[in-house]
């Protein structure tokens, strides 16, 4: 995890796609439908206009301290006490982040293909995994995770295509059958999960090289769109493929998957939909925890900054075990807490310090010297 090591600026555009869709495109369908019925996908893209602009204060942020990561340039902008208020609840709310993505995995494989298998082992593999690969460095989860993505949105897609057969139009009807309150309460869940997440990147810019032709911020752009397509197809596929009930079935493309058999050759694929699908909440797993060591090492001033990351993810495990007592009290703080913590640990933040940085700018252009 050495400051000295580079990736290019479609590197960064690839990890970025792979946190926002990640997770993401196997849990937003299910809770946004049962909330914003077949509007969903309008707040989906309400959200990604609000990831955009979160998106241009971290790039812009980013050309006035092209060398700095979050816990640099808060430092610089709002002096050192301050940034030491605010960079705590940041490192504990990636803590939070790192833990409930593994949280989630492990429920996924408890509701779906290991329904026998405790907990703990799920939890402790994919965090001694995620925390190898974090010692790795950037550039090799750079070039991995290049390739799990790739075959992410390769199986996603032939899902969609393949279950088309199941798909029928009218489910699509009224796009507003309750009004305009649950597209705007879908458009809280989906600004928390996963748009306001955006803004860790923030610590992971630096990393991007210097190039002559840089196009780091058409590539970002490029990947949050294409998120927000991947994720808004997901979840209009599983509303043409199981209507009302979309909002009820958890792990919608999962279930999607269940449905599709081709003659009697191509059934049964829901197991190689679902290891693609953990992959993506395993790279965002690892992306957090990663920005969590980072951001620490960088508070207490370490010269190792590979030094924290066991220690860390063994608090992270160790908290999956019992921050929940069941899956019903998890998925409420997911869809109700997890946006307000969102919005006052990370997007008020970097909303103040683009704020104060853009005032200086202009102060600074009037000032005769």
Request: aromatic share 12%.
């Amino acid at each position: 995890m050495n400051r000295q090591e580079t990736i290019s600026s479609w590197q960064l555009a690839t990890l970025f796609l792979a946190f926002m869709t990640g997770s993401a495109i196997i849990n937003i369908p299910a809770p946004l439908t049962g909330m914003a019925k077949n509007g969903a996908w309008v707040s989906l893209l309400l959200a990604n206009g609000i990831g955009m602009l979160l998106l241009g204060c971290i790039l812009y942020l980013h050309r006035r301290y092209p060398d700095m990561t979050f816990m640099d340039f808060s430092r610089k902008v709002l002096g050192k006490w301050l940034s030491v208020v605010i960079g705590v609840p940041f490192l504990i709310y990636l803590m939070l982040m790192t833990t409930w993505i593994v949280i989630d995995i492990g429920g996924f494989f408890k509701s779906t293909m290991l329904k026998e298998t405790p907990s703990y082992m799920i939890h402790s593999l994919i965090l001694l995994t995620a925390s190898l690969t974090v010692r790795s460095g950037i550039e090799v989860m750079a070039r991995m995770f290049t390739l799990l993505l790739y075959s992410m949105f390769f199986f996603g897609i032939w899902v969609v295509l393949l279950a088309s057969p199941n798909y029928r139009v009218e489910y699509l009807l009224p796009v507003f059958p309750d009004g305009i309150k649950p597209v705007l309460h879908g458009l809280y869940y989906t600004f928390g999960f996963p748009y306001a997440e955006v803004v860790i990147f923030a610590s992971l810019l630096p990393f991007v090289r210097k190039e002559k032709n840089d196009r780091l911020t058409a590539y970002m752009f490029a990947a949050l769109i294409i998120s927000g397509i991947a994720l808004s197809t997901a979840v209009v596929c599983s509303i043409l493929a199981m209507g009302p009930l979309a909002g009820e079935l958890k792990y919608s493309l999962f279930q999607i998957a269940r449905l599709i058999s081709v003659g009697d050759i191509v059934e049964r694929i829901e197991s190689v939909i679902g290891m693609s699908l953990i992959a993506g909440s395993y790279m965002k797993a690892t992306i957090a925890l990663y920005v969590l060591n980072l951001g620490l090492s960088q508070l207490l001033k370490l010269k190792d900054d590979r030094l924290l990351v066991f220690p860390l993810a063994l608090i992270s495990f160790l908290h999956s075990l019992i921050m929940f007592k069941n899956e019903a009290e998890f998925a409420e703080k997911v869809t109700d807490v997890w946006p307000l913590l969102n919005a006052v640990l990370s997007v008020f933040p970097i909303l103040l310090i683009t704020l104060i940085t853009f005032i200086k700018s202009i102060f600074a252009k009037k000032s005769p010297n």
